[in-house]
């Protein structure tokens, strides 16, 4: 099988929440579900009056099908009002 770049959209309650504690967590739940610690890329999108969302890009086995569980998973942490996927790219090579 193929490996898929996923990309999902975090926002947090409010501007005051800590959006590094978030990745940190978050990654470590990507890791949980991926199976291993792979490559992620993170970074802030100013949204509006100081809140910014977290976007994490990750590659995973496309076998695993779906990421319902992990966003779910996501959203419950404290401080997160959300979780979108935002991008799925099937990788080449």
């Known amino acids: 099988m193929a490996q ?18 978030v990745q940190k967590e978050a990654e470590t739940k990507i890791d949980a579900f991926v199976g291993e610690s792979g490559e992620k890329r993170a970074e802030e999108e100013p949204i509006a009056f ?3 969302a977290l976007k994490l890009t990750f590659v995973m086995d496309e076998a695993k099908g779906s990421t319902e569980s992990l966003e779910n998973e996501i959203a419950g942490l404290d401080g997160v009002q959300s979780v979108d996927v ?3 790219r099937r990788a080449l090579g």
């Open 4 to 21: 898929a770049i996923v990309t999902l959209k975090i926002m947090p309650e409010s501007p005051d929440v800590d959006l590094s504690g």
């Open 50 to 52: 100081g809140l910014k």
């Open 86 to 88: 935002v991008d799925v």
